[in-house]
């Protein structure tokens, strides 16, 4: 995961509000938040970091906190800080094949691990390509509710690794070729991350150091 950083929202989105519209299911634009969602994230998911593409088989617009919540589930189902581009997360697939917006269903998720307010201090990486943390209650949520720790996301990210180190034969990873992949992949003007990137970066920083 990473922090989300929210632009603005589509303005056929604002126009629906502004018209009265309450309910998600009858704004009619939904591509034009999909392709807002998935341009801000940099064409990966708010929760695995996989790959999306602004079509309806290659995403889902995710509410944070769902639209069944009790609490503030109707209010904040337009709000444009609530949404996020998730990937597919494996829909149609057995329960323990599912993650991210799939897997989370209508349970709301600890505020530390919203992807707005997201702090990356939150969760660390582990060589076995597992996402995990020190508090309980995030990695219960990181395991059970969003589902990071699947066993094809781990394994996504350690061929991501592989992937990225074949770039280059062993003995040119100096400091110098390390610090200048971390700058490519910390640069905000990248319209498109890699798929795994802060394990990637997590990866390369360890080895900077």
């Known amino acids: 995961m990473r922090q989300v ?3 603005t929202e589509p303005s056929s989105l604002a126009r629906y509000r502004s018209n009265g519209g309450t ?3 009858d704004y009619r634009d939904k591509q034009d938040a999909r392709e807002a969602l998935s341009k801000e994230q940099r064409r ?5 970091q996989g790959r999306i593409r602004p079509n309806e088989g290659d995403m889902k617009i995710a509410h944070v906190v769902p639209q069944s919540d009790p609490d503030e ?3 904040l189902c337009l709000r444009w800080g ?3 581009g998730s990937c597919k997360g494996g829909e149609g697939r057995p329960q323990t094949q599912r993650h991210c917006d799939t897997l989370q269903g209508n349970r709301r998720l600890p505020a530390l691990l919203h992807p707005v307010n997201f702090q990356t201090s939150t969760i660390k990486y582990l060589a076995s390509g597992q996402v995990a943390s020190d508090n309980q209650e995030i990695q219960q949520a990181l395991d059970d509710i969003i589902g990071l720790n699947t066993e094809h996301l781990k394994q996504n990210r350690l061929d ?3 992937a ?3 770039m280059l034969p062993a003995q040119t990873w100096n400091a110098g070729l390390i610090a200048t992949y971390i700058r490519r992949l910390e640069d905000p003007h990248q319209t498109e991350l890699p798929e795994y990137v802060d394990f990637l970066l997590w ?3 360890k080895r900077y150091r």
């Open 5 to 7: 950083n929210k632009e």
């Open 23 to 25: 309910r998600w299911d």
């Open 44 to 48: 990966i998911c708010a929760f695995c």
């Open 73 to 75: 589930g109707a209010q």
């Open 82 to 84: 609530n949404l996020v």
């Open 160 to 162: 991501a690794l592989t």
């Open 164 to 166: 990225m180190r074949r």
């Open 203 to 205: 990866w390369l920083k």
